[in-house]
């Protein structure tokens, strides 16, 4: 395949830092998407459906494991393979779906990230007792 067959393939590849590399890869999914003529059926409500269904997908996986057999998943090439196409296949959704309504998902991210540390802030712990010798 040449480049004008696939292009944009080798650049998220080659990018820097991680947020330029999620910003090519969206852009890669949002030009493959319309060379298929298949914006009118990314809606919000359909690429959400989408996700829900692709998560399922990656819980599927994960079933009927025991919690040390789910910890070792990655370790066969077969199931790891599985996993890293599901994950694939969450987060391409998802990208496509913060491109629809325009959610800029790192920005997000980082909110909903201090939000939680505002919510659930650290417990101190109390001082250990200290002997009096000490």
Same mark, same amino acid.
């Given at each position: 395949?040449n480049?004008?067959?696939?292009? *944009? $393939?080798?650049? %998220?590849?080659?990018?820097g $830092?991680?947020?330029e $590399?999620l910003?090519l ?5 949002a030009?493959?998407a319309a060379? $298929? *003529?298949?914006?009118?059926y990314h809606?919000?409500k ?6 829900s ?7 599927? /996986?994960?079933?009927w494991?025991t919690?040390?057999?789910s910890?070792?998943v990655?370790?066969?090439p077969e199931?790891?393979h599985? #996993? %890293?196409?599901? #994950?694939a296949?969450v987060? %391409? ?6 491109e #629809?309504?325009?959610?800029d998902?790192l920005?997000?991210l980082?909110?909903? /990230? ?8 650290v417990?101190e712990?109390p001082a ?7």
């Amino acid at each position: 395949m040449n480049e004008t067959q696939n292009p *944009g $393939r080798d650049e %998220a590849e080659g990018a820097g $830092r991680p947020e330029e $590399r999620l910003d090519l890869l969206q852009r890669r999914l949002a030009r493959f998407a319309a060379a $298929r *003529g298949w914006e009118p059926y990314h809606t919000p409500k359909n690429l959400a459906v989408a996700l829900s269904v692709e998560a399922a997908e990656l819980v599927e /996986i994960f079933q009927w494991l025991t919690p040390e057999q789910s910890a070792r998943v990655m370790e066969e090439p077969e199931s790891a393979h599985r #996993v %890293a196409d599901e #994950v694939a296949d969450v987060l %391409a959704y998802l990208l496509q779906f913060c491109e #629809v309504l325009g959610v800029d998902v790192l920005d997000a991210l980082a909110a909903k /990230i201090e939000r939680n540390e505002l919510r659930f802030p650290v417990k101190e712990e109390p001082a250990p007792n200290r002997h009096s010798s000490e």
